[in-house]
Every structure is written in C-alpha cells, then in structure tokens.
C-alpha cells in the first residue's frame, strides 16, 4: 500500500509536469481526482488494514488530494490570466452603444432655445388642473362650443388633464404684473383616436407676450425669425384670419411645404403650404380674467404642437412613430 502510494505520488508529478493547457489538465483531475479516479480507488483497500494504517495512510492520501487540488487550481487560474491578456492585446474593443436625443426632444429643444434667445423665461404649470384655469380664464364659459374640439379628459366637474398649455399663461398672469413674456412647454391630454394624426398625450409649447404697446406686427416678425431658425430661411410663411375664443384678431401660421417648396404635393394636398400653429393678439376679457388693464396693455400669443413641428420637419407622416420605440427609426436621428 505504501508502495502504491508512492508511485502514485510520482506518476501525478510526471502527468502535471507534461500537462501544458486546460484540456489536459482535466483529464490529470478526472484520472487522479475523479469518482472512479486513482486516489479513490486507494480508499477501497482500506477494510483490508489495520486501524493504525488507515491512520497513517489516510494523512497521506487526503494531503496529496489537498495538494493536487491546490496545484490543478493554481494551473487553471494561470491560464485564464493568460487569456485575459490574450484578449485584451488582440481582440478589438467592445464600442458600447451610444444614445442621443428622441426627435421630440431634440425639436423640443430648439424651439424652447429660440424663444429663450429673443426673450423669453420658461414657465411650467401642473398637469392636472382646474376647469378655470384650462377652459374658464381663457373666455370658455361652461356652454362655450369652443370646449367640444378640445376633447378633454375630465377627473370630475372641476378637475381634468390639460387639454394645453394654456393654463400656465393664466397662472403666471395672476401672479406677475406685466410685463409678461414666456414660453409654456409641456405634456397635454385630450380624448382622441390615437391614429397617424391624433395622439391622447402630445406636447405644445405656448409663448405669450404682454405689456404696454405690444402689436401684431412684432408677432409677425417673431413668427418670421421663428420659421427661419426651425425650417430654414428658404421657407415661406404667411398668416391667415381664423378664430380662437382667447385671442382677437386670431390667425393660423402656414409655411411652404418642406418637401415640394410650395410647387404642391401629396404631402400638403397640392396646395403647397402646411398650417403649423395658431396666435393672436390675447383677448381682452382674458386680460380682465387676470386683472390685467386692457386699456393699458395688450399682448400676443401663440401655441405649437412639438409632434407637428417635428412632423413638418423630418418629414414624418404617422405621428405614432413617436411613441412605439421602433429603434430602426429612432436611430435616423
């Protein structure tokens, strides 16, 4: 028995010595450590000795598993340094994947930098708000058939997800004396099909300008200087007469198509222009709502929808690519 002990000592030193990769150093473990491997084969003759030779033979049986062991995982943990190194010499780094802005965003930002270099401060206002201030204050009275084109998604008689931005324009009136001069980004809610040109959720962002003097012809030009820094200066625009319950005169902006350059197109119907936002000059009863003289003050004001900017811009006919994270066409931009 000691005899076997002994050259097994020596053949698992010459099998370790000639063992030069991983491939063969598991099989030196499944030969010498394995269930039918040579050192348990040794426990087997056990019963045939006495008890002081099972003593002194199982000492040294479990110090050469112990040793083994030890080398076979010192021999392994080299080799995978060594392959570490390996790779960090030949093989080509991992280029992560990187991130930029969603369309929105990124419109979303250019418009809130334009108005904020000619001017204007930033406001925001909540999004759950009072029947007041979203319709009301804005000379929407409770029977107003303005209120049916807004859809608005109502928690009670009160209370309701904004329908625009609006409201913030109202709140800050209330607290600040003219003069006024803001813009009001933010999320909006209204009850309609979600389809390639309604959303329930969108974004607006409103400007308002109010103080002693303020005339139309300064939101002309401001509409003017607005088209050339988002579209272009090769884009025109024009304004037309329409109605909003808050503002008086009221227009409708339209700039030359950005795909035909107004010669006229499936994309504008052939008529070679596209409506991009509503403005005017703020009605006076709104200035009364807020107890703003409108005998001393007047004031424009102006709304956008970010999805329809965006929309204009790139060219995108389905609103709802915004929303579904296609990543094929989040990242064209």
């Not at 394995?34 to 006495?50: A, Q």
């Not at 319950?245 to 596209?274: D, Q």
């Not at 509503?278 to 007047?298: A, E, F, R």
Request: hydrophobic residues 40%; neutral net charge; proline residues 5%.
């Amino acid at each position: 028995m000691h005899n076997r002990l002994d050259s097994l000592k020596n053949e698992i030193q010459a099998a370790l010595e000639q063992a030069h990769d991983r491939e063969a150093l598991e099989g030196v473990r499944i030969k010498y450590l394995g269930r039918k491997g040579e050192i348990n084969r040794l426990f087997k003759k056990f019963p045939h000795l006495s008890i002081d030779e099972k003593k002194t033979l199982g000492d040294e049986i479990n110090k050469l598993k112990k040793d083994l062991i030890h080398t076979l995982d010192s021999r392994l943990a080299g080799f995978k340094e060594q392959e570490v190194a390996t790779y960090e010499l030949l093989l080509p780094g991992k280029i992560p994947h990187v991130g930029h802005l969603h369309p929105l965003t990124k419109t979303l930002d250019e418009i809130v930098k334009f108005f904020t270099s000619v001017g204007f401060a930033v406001a925001t206002g909540p999004e759950i708000e009072y029947d007041w201030y979203n319709f009301g204050a804005l000379n929407m009275g409770k029977d107003h058939p303005a209120r049916d084109m807004f859809s608005s998604f109502y928690i009670n008689e009160e209370l309701l997800l904004r329908s625009h931005t609006s409201p913030v324009q109202i709140r800050v009136m209330e607290k600040q004396k003219p003069p006024v001069k803001i813009i009001c980004p933010g999320r909006c809610y209204r009850y309609d099909a979600f389809d390639a040109s309604h959303s329930p959720v969108f974004h607006q962002v409103e400007a308002l300008y109010v103080d002693e003097g303020v005339s139309f012809g300064e939101l002309k030009w401001l509409l003017g200087e607005f088209v050339n820094y988002i579209f272009g200066p090769k884009t025109k625009f024009e304004i037309r007469p329409s109605f909003f319950p808050f503002t008086e005169p009221s227009g409708e902006l339209a700039i030359s198509c950005t795909v035909c350059s107004g010669a006229g197109c499936s994309v504008c119907s052939n008529s070679g222009w596209l409506e991009l936002l509503g403005c005017g000059m703020v009605h006076p009863q709104v200035l009364k709502n807020v107890k703003i003289s409108p005998q001393k003050y007047s004031g424009y004001a102006l709304g956008m929808g970010v999805e329809r900017v965006a929309m204009i811009k790139y060219v995108i006919d389905d609103i709802r690519v915004f929303f579904n994270n296609d990543i094929r066409f989040l990242e064209q931009f």
